[in-house]
């Protein structure tokens, strides 16, 4: 069974910190990474997806992938309140044609 | 911007009801997907298909069917409703790039499904 990690949290991060959350993922030819935000009681919406090693920027948010190590992670940069829900890391592989979720990282921003 | 919408957005049901949950996508997406999601077990797949009347089990299709008759609507159908069939049901969508693992999935808004 191919698994997504995560730290279930709560991670807490003072307001206008870097948010730093992690996703280790088993399956070394998984090819596809997704980050989704999700409020509570409120269905996963997509933050960003990352194919290649490296990082990527998207305003406050920074995805970086490392493949050899089989690691994503999502950075937020200025962490307001706002930001506070739990964070989904997702895998692609296509050796089976499936997205994998990892069970989500809390994340608090405190004020 | 993709739309997926779900027909309700909480349901109460009794053990042994036959209970239908829609779901309608408004992007032309072929690839679409029912998950339930519960504390401390994330999300788990139950059923997806990636065309009209094309289906696949997930990874916990027991108790649960699906029915695609049109490409935008895919619907899930609990035959028996029963209790620990009490969860967030999420149907998501996409559209084919080349494999499912790299289609970026969006999710409508899901059901609470409480079964008593």
């Known amino acids: 069974q191919k698994e997504v990690e995560q730290n279930s949290g709560p991670l807490s991060v003072p307001e206008g910190a870097i948010a730093s959350l992690n996703c280790t993922y088993s399956?070394?030819?998984?090819?596809?990474f997704f980050w989704y935000r999700q409020y509570s009681g409120k269905s996963p919406e997509l933050i960003m997806s990352?194919?290649?090693?490296g990082d990527k920027e998207d305003g406050r948010f920074t995805a970086q992938l490392n493949k050899a190590s089989q690691y994503v992670s999502l950075l937020i940069r200025d962490s307001q309140p706002s930001d506070s829900a739990t964070y989904l890391c997702?895998?692609?592989?296509?050796?089976?044609?499936?997205?994998?979720f990892g069970k989500g990282t809390r994340l608090h921003i405190l004020p | 911007d993709v739309k997926v919408t779900q027909s309700s957005r909480y349901l109460v049901k009794r053990t042994g009801e036959k209970v239908f949950l829609e779901c309608v996508q408004d992007?032309?997406?072929?690839?679409m997907f029912w998950y339930r999601q519960d504390p401390g077990l994330g999300l788990r797949l139950i059923y997806f298909?990636?065309?009209?009347?094309?289906?696949e089990k997930g990874d916990i299709p027991e108790g649960y069917s699906v029915s695609r008759e049109k490409k935008e609507r895919f619907s899930l159908i609990l035959e028996s409703a029963s209790t620990n069939q009490t969860s967030m049901y999420l149907c998501?969508?996409?559209?084919?790039?080349?494999?499912?693992?790299?289609?970026?999935?969006?999710f409508g808004p899901g059901t609470r499904l409480t079964v008593l």
């Open positions: 990352i194919y290649s090693n």
């Open positions: 998501a969508s996409s559209f084919p790039t080349g494999s499912p693992s790299t289609d970026t999935q969006y």
């Open positions: 992007m032309d997406h072929e690839n």
């Open positions: 997702a895998v692609g592989t296509n050796r089976d044609d499936k997205i994998i």
């Open positions: 399956d070394r030819v998984s090819q596809s």
């Open positions: 298909s990636y065309d009209v009347k094309m289906k």
